[in-house]
């Protein structure tokens, strides 16, 4: 109730109680979090390095306790959302960061969404290092057996939504300013998590990613071409390549037109269509259908009613 009488009243005097509460290490976790939550409302940047000392130095739940992982996990992005924005040294950020726990799959956790704001309250040229540190952490090594799709590490799960938020951001915000290897590499991953149960639409910021991508037909292009680059060393089945290189690149998930549809960057066109666009292959025909839908997402012949 305390926390809430300043935090909505604008009590900016009694900003020292919220400062003792999220550094206390006898409080609850989630009291903490609300208490960092406060003073990130407030602007008040005083207790930052204290808050984040604290965090550092707070016991976290062991690695296979998932119950508690929620309320931790939590905690470590109130306060990443408060002291980050403030100044603190991002090698304090990146230790918090590592501290995340994996929560239990079938957990609705906020988490996801608490990260997604901290990543809103960054500056774009920041927004750029922390794309960079949270794929640091939430990306495995290409897995063989998934089209060698980028894995993903599941005590960092949350990580997705503030991901692809980043990734949204940069590309509306400073399309320009983005290596283009670290865009092709974040997308891919964005990619990989899109069809995993362990993730929603809602956890993942997916509807808007989509959104920005269907209107960039060289960012998608360079993609495909990075991809199959991956298989056309030792592999002389242009339809093979091309399948094991796109298949992965939907962000929609089978069996549900309506969300599919929404997600849809790419349009279903034939194998051939697309090894026509990339390689330069087959009729003129061929190429400029392919290359329509790449562009726009959808059937030449089709018609808008959007």
Excluded at 58 to 63: C, G
Excluded at 102 to 123: D, K
Aim: aromatic fraction near 8%.
């Amino acid at each position: 109730m305390l926390i809430e009488m300043i935090r909505f009243g604008g009590m900016s005097t009694l900003v020292p109680e919220l400062g003792t509460i999220a550094c206390d290490q006898g409080e609850k976790l989630r009291v903490r979090a609300e208490a960092c939550f406060a003073l990130s409302d407030l602007n008040d940047t005083t207790f930052a390095q204290a808050v984040m000392d604290a965090a550092l130095l707070a016991d976290a739940p062991e690695h296979e306790d998932t119950q508690s992982a929620p309320s931790w996990n939590l905690f470590v992005a109130s306060a990443l959302s408060y002291t980050m924005p403030a100044g603190v040294p991002i090698l304090d950020g990146i230790a918090l960061t590592d501290r995340l726990r994996r929560e239990a799959r079938n957990y609705a956790s906020a988490t996801s969404h608490y990260l997604e704001e901290f990543v809103a309250r960054l500056t774009v040229p920041e927004i750029g290092n922390w794309l960079r540190i949270f794929l640091r952490f939430a990306k495995g090594q290409r897995d063989p057996n998934r089209d060698m799709m980028p894995a993903r590490i599941p005590r960092f799960r949350a990580l997705g939504q503030a991901i692809c938020h980043c990734i949204n951001t940069l590309l509306v915000e400073d399309p320009a300013g983005i290596p283009r290897s670290l865009l092709l590499e974040a997308l891919e991953f964005a990619f990989s998590i899109a069809k995993n149960p362990d993730y929603s639409p809602r956890e993942t910021g997916l509807p808007a990613l989509a959104r920005t991508l269907r209107a960039l037909p060289d960012l998608k292009h360079d993609l495909i071409t990075m991809r199959m680059a991956l298989f056309s060393q030792n592999e002389k089945n242009e339809y093979w390549i091309a399948h094991q290189a796109i298949d992965p690149l939907k962000l929609g998930r089978s069996g549900d037109a309506t969300r599919s549809s929404r997600l849809k960057i790419f349009e279903g066109l034939p194998i051939s269509w697309r090894i026509a666009r990339l390689a330069g292959k087959g009729s003129w025909h061929l190429r400029a259908r392919a290359n329509w839908r790449i562009k726009f997402g959808r059937n030449p012949s089709a018609t808008r009613h959007d």
